[in-house]
């Protein structure tokens, strides 16, 4: 069955660097997801991806981050700068269109730790 | 916005025993979900309700939608250790964007022999 991947599953960081944390949606899909989820608390929504570019975005998701597809397959989330409050399980999520047609498919995570 | 509450937040019950956790949401959803979450893992996607009155089963988890009363519930029937973990409802907000799904704060249940 299809899947969405991500690597890597943990990145460890110091404080100020650049992480790209990466994404292969399911191959047919559309639309791509990035979600947060800081430890012990809920799933936030930080962006949405549709036809290269940004669709929606949440408060979060401010300049220090950006999302690329730089080829056919991979979808990445990047901050440039990370911050200690940063430190996060970042999940991918796909969907074949829109979610309120479709339901979104979750990558495993990639666990960040900035320290 | 779109606001997804859930309680409880945190459920301990016997194998065998039969409970309930409900999911408000304040504005009118496209959709509602559940997912269930192991711990340090990702979100497996139990349910999609998509309409008023819907009701969806599987195994011993039962996930029915009230759109009029902004109310979701996850019904588990005698439940077994198996089911432990965090479980979430999440809605699609309306209008304004199609993308976006918010979560609920979770609930952890951990189910004791």
């Known amino acids: 069955e299809p899947e969405v991947t991500q690597t890597p599953s943990h990145q460890v960081t110091q404080m100020g660097q650049e992480v790209i944390l990466r994404c292969v949606p399911i191959?047919?899909?559309?639309?791509f997801y990035w979600y947060r989820q800081i430890l012990g608390q809920k799933v936030e929504f930080l962006v949405s991806?549709?036809?290269?570019?940004?669709?929606?975005k949440s408060e979060i998701f401010d300049d220090q981050f950006s999302v690329e597809r730089p080829d056919g397959s991979n979808f990445t989330l990047k901050i440039r700068s990370t911050k200690l409050e940063d430190s996060a399980m970042y999940f991918c999520a796909s969907s074949l269109l829109t979610s309120s047609y479709n339901e979104q498919f979750f990558g495993p995570g990639t666990r960040l730790t900035v320290l | 916005e779109l606001k997804v509450e859930q309680n409880p937040l945190f459920l301990s019950m016997q194998e065998g025993k039969n409970y309930t956790i409900y999911c408000n949401y304040s504005?009118?959803?496209?959709?509602l979900y559940w997912y269930r979450q192991d711990p340090g893992k990702s979100l497996e996607s139990l349910f999609v309700?998509?309409?008023?009155?819907a009701v969806k089963q599987e195994g011993r988890l039962m996930a029915s939608l009230d759109t009029k009363a902004r109310l979701s519930t996850l019904h588990i029937t005698a439940a077994v250790h198996d089911l432990s973990a965090t479980y979430f409802c999440a809605g699609l907000a309306m209008k304004t964007s199609y993308d976006k799904v918010i979560f609920g704060p979770g609930t952890s249940l951990s189910v004791i022999p």
């Open positions: 991806f549709y036809n290269n570019e940004i669709s929606e």
């Open positions: 504005t009118t959803s496209d959709r």
């Open positions: 191959s047919n899909h559309l639309y």
């Open positions: 309700l998509l309409s008023n009155g």
